[in-house]
């Protein structure tokens, strides 16, 4: 759980970013699923949960990567670049604008593989903020110097091993 805490002088600004209260306003613009499912509909289990119904506890143990054998980094660089190659099945990405799109009537999307969107995830949630009136608040970063450091990036790891794993 992200502090509540007031954040400071780097933050001139109030009331003009989703992502002021990162991940906490995120988190809590999406479905709110039942039980141990999780996903964008709900779908999958849980992080640390497995079968049917999600209700089997499953531990994962994840190697040290200065302690993987050659072979088995080889093969971590090789999931990575499989990632590259393999569109996400779940998520796009706009290519334009509420406005551009015309209020939404217009739809301008595209594909993307799986690596792109962590990719833009991460950027998305450290990118400059656009103000009201036309001008850019350039240096911020509501990922990396804000509260929800540790949870966001925590949350953000576990997804990408997910998209990782079904990739391959």
Same mark, same amino acid.
Request: glycine share 10%.
């Given at each position: 759980v992200p502090s509540n805490s007031p954040v400071g002088a780097q933050f /001139?600004?109030?009331g003009i970013d989703d992502r002021e209260n990162w991940p906490?306003?995120?988190?809590?613009?999406?479905?709110? !699923?039942?039980?141990?499912?999780?996903?964008?509909?709900?779908? @999958? !289990?849980?992080?640390?949960?497995? &079968? /049917?119904?999600?209700?089997?506890?499953?531990?994962?143990?994840?190697k040290e990567i200065f302690r993987m054998?050659?072979? @088995?980094?080889?093969?971590?660089?090789?999931y990575l670049n499989l990632a590259k190659r393999t569109p996400s099945p779940d998520y796009v990405i706009a290519t334009?604008?509420? @406005?551009?799109?015309?209020? &939404?009537?217009? /739809?301008m999307f595209a594909d993307m593989n799986v690596y792109d969107l962590f990719v833009w995830l991460h950027y998305y949630a450290s990118r400059d903020a656009f103000l009201e009136d036309g001008s850019v608040w350039a240096n911020i970063d509501f990922?990396? @110097?804000? /509260? &929800?450091?540790?949870?966001?990036?925590?949350?953000?790891?576990?997804?990408w091993e997910r998209e990782i794993q079904k990739v391959t």
């Open positions: /001139p600004f109030s906490i306003v995120f988190y809590n613009r999406t479905c709110q !699923c039942q039980g141990n499912f999780m996903g964008y509909n709900c779908g @999958e !289990c849980r992080f640390g949960y497995t &079968g /049917p119904n999600c209700t089997v506890r499953r531990n994962m143990i994840r054998t050659t072979a @088995e980094k080889d093969k971590l660089i090789a334009g604008t509420y @406005e551009q799109m015309n209020n &939404g009537s217009n /739809p990922a990396h @110097e804000a /509260p &929800g450091f540790l949870p966001w990036h925590r949350f953000f790891l576990l997804l």
